[in-house]
């Protein structure tokens, strides 16, 4: 038997230093992301679901060292930071109808000059130090916060 699959995305989006996180309903701080919708790319999908879940309007950063290639036809896409794979699980810890999330995962930085989140599902801005200090996030978001953190820091020094 295969396991069923959903290609998702998540955009970790920063500003000043700072990266959104909500505690979400499985018990746990996540960036905005989700389901990739029929006909949509992935960097369509990862900005709607950052304008659904935070309000603000993102653009996705340029990784250092990431390849350009020249040529114009066909169009490319910005490459995910990485690609996780998830195991979905419900809140005994249990499958839900078992299935894997593989999910693209993009750095963005808010386009506003001061964005401000919305209070439904407890959105929140963490600097470095709260993201290094608290004991309820994962491995995985504390990771990539960071990470985030740091390409918004690089990509507006370049500006």
Do not use: C
């Amino acid at each position: 038997m295969s396991m069923e699959r959903h290609f998702t995305v998540t955009g970790f989006v920063s500003h000043a230093g700072r990266t959104a996180l909500h505690w979400h309903k499985f018990g746990m701080w996540l960036p905005p992301g989700g389901h990739i919708e029929p006909n949509e790319d992935p960097v369509q999908a990862m900005l709607r679901e950052v304008r659904e879940e935070t309000g603000l309007e993102a653009e996705v950063l340029s990784l250092p060292g990431a390849p350009r290639f020249e040529y114009s036809h066909p169009p490319q896409l910005a490459a995910p930071a990485t690609i996780a794979v998830y195991d979905i699980v419900n809140g005994d810890g249990q499958l839900a109808e078992p299935h894997q999330h593989i999910d693209l995962i993009y750095f963005t930085r808010a386009v506003e000059a001061a964005p401000v989140l919305p209070q439904e599902m407890r959105w929140r801005w963490f600097d470095e130090a709260a993201i290094r200090a608290a004991t309820d996030l994962n491995d995985d978001v504390r990771e990539l916060s960071l990470a985030a953190i740091e390409a918004e820091r690089v990509a507006s020094a370049a500006r």
